[in-house]
C-alpha cells in the first residue's frame, strides 16, 4: 500500500521510520538520490544543516516543518521546497518527505530582478542628461542660443534613446504574451524577405551596403510558411538592420533562403533564412549569450548606433513562437550569420 502511494505521486518522496532511516522511497526519490539511500540514516543522505534541524524539530513533536534542499548538477544548481510530515504507526514516530522542485520559481525572481535593474539603468543614464542640460539651459545657456541650439539637439537624441527603449519593452512584452498561441496565417516568405529589403535599402544606400536575395534551388517549393507576417516581419528587419550597423559601411548583406529536413525537437522539412554580413565578427564566448535582455558585445558602440540590448531577444521570443529556432554563427574577421529556421507549411 505504501509502494502504491509513494509512487503515484510524481515528486520525491521519502519515508523515514522511527530509527531515523530511510525506510522507503518513490522512482523520483531513487533517480534524484540513488538507489543506495535505502536502509541509510538520513543524515548520511541529505547533509544540509537547514534541512536536518527541520527534521529533528517534526521528530521532537512538530506536525509538520517546510525546509530547503539544493543539489548540484551539471545544469546547475536544483532547489526543492521541502515539507515535511509526521506519520504515527505501530507506536513509532515516522516522517514523510515531499520534495518540490522550485528551480523555476528562483530563477523567474533573478529575471524579474535584472531586468528592473536593467531598465531602470538604461532610463537612468538619459534621463540624467536631459536633466542636466535642462539645468543649463535655465542657468549658464539661458542668452546662450548656439548653445541652447546644441544641447536641444542633444536632449532630442536622449528623448528619442528612451522611446526606442519603450517601444521594444512594449514590443517584447506583447511577443512573450503570445508565444505559446501559434500563428494560423499562411505566409508568402519571399514576398516578405522582399519588402524587408526595400524598406531598408535606402538607409543602407547611405553607408554605402549592398542588399541582395539568394534562394537556394531546393527552397523553390518553400515560399510559404505557417506565421504572423507582421512579427515574421519584425524578426528579419532587425536582423538585417543589426548586419548593415554591425557589418560595417561598404559591406553586403546577404540574405538566403534554403530548405532542410529537421530531426529531434524539429523533426520534418522547414525553411531556413540566412542573414549575413562581412564584418568584424563575433567573439565566440558571446554568442551564447547574444539573445539575452539588454546583453551587448560592446555596450558604447551599440548606445552610440540606437541599440536598446533588446532586439535580439525579441527575435528569440518571436521564432519561438513560431516553433522554429534562431542558430548564430560568426567568426573573429569573417563576419556573422543569424539563421531563422522555421517549419515548412
Not at 136 to 147: F, S, V
Not at 153 to 158: L, P
Not at 172 to 197: F, K, N, Y
Not at 262 to 271: I, K, Q, S
Amino acid at each position: 500500500m505504501i509502494d502504491t502511494i509513494l509512487n503515484a505521486v510524481p515528486d520525491p518522496l521519502l519515508q523515514i521510520d522511527g530509527l531515523g532511516n530511510i525506510a522507503n522511497a518513490n522512482e523520483p526519490a531513487l533517480i534524484m538520490l540513488g538507489d543506495w539511500i535505502l536502509g541509510r540514516s538520513h543524515g548520511t543522505v541529505l547533509r544540509q544543516p537547514a534541512l536536518q534541524s527541520r527534521i529533528e524539530a517534526v521528530q521532537s513533536g512538530d506536525a509538520t516543518a517546510e525546509a530547503r534542499f539544493e543539489r548540484s548538477e551539471q545544469s546547475g544548481v536544483t532547489e526543492y521546497k521541502v515539507r515535511i510530515t509526521a506519520l504515527q504507526a505501530d507506536g513509532s514516530r515516522g516522517l514523510l518527505l515531499h520534495f518540490t522542485d522550485v528551480t523555476h520559481l528562483r530563477e523567474a525572481e533573478e529575471i524579474r530582478r535584472d531586468f528592473v535593474a536593467n531598465v531602470s539603468h538604461e532610463l537612468r543614464t538619459p534621463l540624467t542628461a536631459v536633466l542636466g542640460f535642462i539645468e543649463t539651459l535655465r542657468g549658464p545657456a539661458k542668452d546662450d542660443p548656439a548653445a541652447q541650439e546644441r544641447f536641444l539637439s542633444i536632449m532630442e537624441e536622449e528623448a528619442q534613446r528612451m522611446n526606442r527603449l519603450v517601444s521594444d519593452l512594449l514590443s517584447l512584452s506583447r511577443v512573450e504574451a503570445a508565444e505559446r498561441m501559434r500563428p494560423s496565417d499562411v505566409v508568402d516568405l519571399d514576398g516578405l524577405l522582399q519588402a524587408s529589403l526595400a524598406s531598408l535599402r535606402p538607409r543602407a544606400e547611405e553607408t554605402g551596403n549592398t542588399l541582395s536575395l539568394e534562394i537556394d534551388p531546393s527552397a523553390t517549393s518553400a515560399a510559404s510558411i505557417i506565421g504572423e507576417r507582421d512579427q515574421l516581419m519584425q524578426v528579419f528587419l532587425n536582423l538585417t538592420e543589426n548586419a548593415i550597423k554591425y557589418g560595417g559601411p561598404d559591406k553586403p548583406v546577404t540574405l538566403r533562403i534554403s530548405r532542410g529536413e529537421g530531426r529531434g525537437l524539429m523533426r520534418g522539412p522547414f525553411v531556413q533564412v540566412d542573414v549575413t554580413d562581412q564584418g568584424d565578427g563575433i567573439d565566440g564566448q558571446h554568442l551564447p549569450r547574444l539573445t539575452e535582455r539588454f546583453y551587448r558585445v560592446d555596450t558604447h558602440r551599440s548606445r552610440e548606433m540606437g541599440g536598446t540590448g533588446l532586439g535580439l531577444a525579441i527575435v528569440k521570443h518571436i521564432v519561438n513562437r513560431h516553433r522554429g529556432r534562431l542558430k548564430i554563427t560568426s567568426e573573429k574577421g569573417k563576419g556573422s550569420t543569424f539563421s531563422v529556421l522555421l517549419p515548412a507549411s
